[in-house]
């Protein structure tokens, strides 16, 4: 009697966990939108080195190609970053273009404040500006021969210096700084014996060296901007200057034509506007300023490259054509 007593309290406990629901925690919408915000990484646009023009020897040797020392030490810290993967980079194709729109050349004219106003256009949370301060390669030689005999020895020491700052988009202020050094050197050493060379290295390898003390100063550049990134993380998300148009509405879902590469985010919100009229200079008939109403709001649930697809969450009516301005 006493099992079958317990055996039935045993069931209806059973029963009870049976018929009761695990708790799940959800997850609304709000709350998911916010988690991807904390989640995103920061938006990097590098832009070329200024070159200063001290002790600079080394500018002379083809070891970047066309765009020396400025350019290759950039495109070295962009493909660095990419590798390090703790920020999203801007693709050097789409800074080139806004350069050349704002009349900016590449490199050594880019104050803070310009920088500021390149990232906001480029929909880049930071920019980094920077100085290559040494590009130098210093060779000496030693030894000598007599009577035809003897030996002679070359040695060659590469050094590059750089210095790096990144810039907020939102202030203009600088935000972090970070320098690196490297140093690469070799021996050559050759021997003559009645006049002919016995043997030995006399290859010129200047280009290698620089490369490599370039490379180890990039890496320390790296390191130090990439331990920035809870720094960074803290900074306001840059809202892209970027004004994109409605290309499709089904349903409850608006197409724009502007995606990542402009700085169009996931949980970004856009104001979709209708324009009212363009006012024009009377003498030049360029486009001064256009008037727009507000048709609504789209929140973006999916962004790749050139294109977003958001939910309407205010508004309607929408049309192809509309515009699509980031306001959120």
């Not at 104050?111 to 500006?129: M, N, S």
């Amino acid at each position: 009697m006493k099992i079958t007593s317990k055996m039935a309290t045993f069931a209806t406990i059973l029963g009870l966990l049976i018929a009761t629901p695990y708790f799940v925690p959800t997850v609304t919408n709000a709350q998911s939108t916010q988690q991807r915000k904390v989640q995103a990484k920061k938006r990097i646009a590098v832009l070329d080195f200024e070159f200063s023009t001290t002790g600079l020897t080394g500018s002379q040797f083809s070891v970047f190609g066309v765009g020396g020392p400025s350019k290759g030490v950039s495109d070295l810290i962009t493909n660095s970053l990419v590798k390090d993967g703790t920020y999203t980079i801007i693709e050097r194709s789409r800074i080139d273009q806004i350069l050349k729109e704002q009349n900016l050349g590449a490199s050594g004219r880019i104050e803070a404040a310009t920088a500021a106003q390149i990232g906001r256009a480029l929909g880049a949370d930071v920019l980094i500006i920077g100085s290559v301060t040494r590009f130098n390669l210093e060779s000496n030689t030693s030894g000598g021969s007599f009577l035809g005999f003897g030996s002679t020895t070359t040695s060659s020491v590469a050094e590059v210096k750089l210095t790096a700052r990144f810039v907020s988009t939102t202030t203009g202020e600088i935000v972090a700084v970070a320098e690196g050094e490297g140093k690469a050197d070799q021996s050559d050493s050759s021997v003559s014996i009645g006049g002919l060379g016995g043997g030995g290295s006399t290859t010129n390898n200047a280009d290698k060296l620089l490369s490599s003390a370039a490379e180890k100063a990039v890496s320390q550049i790296v390191t130090q901007l990439s331990g920035a990134a809870p720094k960074l993380a803290a900074l306001p998300a840059v809202l892209p200057n970027v004004m994109a148009l409605v290309a499709d509405v089904t349903g409850n879902l608006v197409t724009i034509n502007k995606g990542g590469r402009d700085g169009f985010t996931v949980g970004m919100i856009v104001s979709v506007e209708r324009l009212v009229k363009q006012v024009k200079d009377p003498v030049t008939g360029k486009v001064l300023r256009s008037i727009s109403n507000s048709v609504g709001r789209v929140q973006l649930t999916e962004v790749d490259g050139s294109s977003a697809v958001g939910k309407i969450i205010k508004g309607g009516g929408f049309g192809v054509g509309d515009l699509a301005k980031p306001v959120e």
